[in-house]
């Protein structure tokens, strides 16, 4: 049977199988391996006894956080305010810098509309023009929030973003308590007196959902300077027309992404973000 791990707690493993839950214990050759089962892995088992299994299989991953540890997610809804808290535009270009890397799809979700101005929208825009999905929400009144669940289906999704900003309303209005089943997978998961919190997927809309907001690390600098370029989707259509094809779209002549800039087709703040990145992570020697 195939089915999907929700939850790892104690060496168990709680694996969703059709909307059935089986609690799993791995294989010890996963242990020889390396391999640890993670939470959203796809896995293979077989069945014992009274919804008991063990983990025969680990399907490939797509993806793999390490903060929160999960496998496979597909999408990340990175959720800013433009008020309260204020908008760190920096901040918000280094969780996209963070999707594009780990391969997610980023869909941004501006909260708190109603605390915000006209004008705030023209960021929107800018990012809409990068290639990135943008929503407008007032997650407290339920606006937006309908077509915001509706992305859901069929993904693993985590939320994203600074404190504040409404990610544990969005969290708790999609998830509800009803769907809440932690109670249902084991009682095991209870005792002690020092349980330690562990991210979990939660099935809503035909898809899941971490538990847990994502990226407790926004450090680049584990970046290499040849990956880093590509985490920037504007600058996609003119890599391959620079004069060298080893340029880093900084101090090189010939460079097409700076040609662009140029002629206003890439943001200017998202340009110097980039280069402020890249310039950051030289000054501490981790690149050569």
Sequence with gaps: MEGVIV?????????DVDKEIYECKARGKFRHSGLTPMIGDYVVIEVEKDKTGVINEILPRHTELIRPVVANVTQAFVVFAFKEPDLNLELLY???????????????????????????????????????????????????????????????????????????TLLNSFMGREKMKTGEIS?????????????????????????????????????????????????????????FNNCFHHKEPGCAVKA?????????????????????????????
Aim: glycine share 10%.
């Design 187 to 243: 009682e095991k998961a209870k005792r002690g007196k020092h349980t330690t919190r562990h991210s979990e997927l939660i099935q809503v809309e035909e898809g899941f959902l971490v538990d847990t907001p994502g990226f407790s690390s926004l450090e680049l600098d584990f970046i290499d300077k040849e990956d880093l370029q590509h985490c920037f989707p504007e600058f996609k259509q003119y890599r391959d027309q620079c004069k």
């Design 94 to 168: 280094k969780f996209l810098v963070l999707c594009e890397y780990n391969d997610l799809k980023a869909v941004v979700c501006f909260n708190k509309m109603d605390l915000a101005a006209e004008e705030h929208k023209e960021i929107g825009e800018v990012l809409k023009n990068v290639g990135y999905e943008v929503l407008y929400l007032e997650a407290k009144h339920g606006i937006g929030v309908q077509g915001l669940k509706e992305k859901i289906k069929d993904n693993i999704s985590v939320f994203c973003g600074p404190s504040g900003v409404g990610k544990s």
């Design 7 to 15: 939850k790892g707690i104690g060496g168990l493993y709680y694996v």
């Design 260 to 288: 662009a800039l140029e002629l206003g087709e890439i943001n200017e703040n998202r340009y110097k973000f980039y280069v402020k990145t890249l310039e950051e992570a030289i000054s501490r020697g981790n690149w050569k």
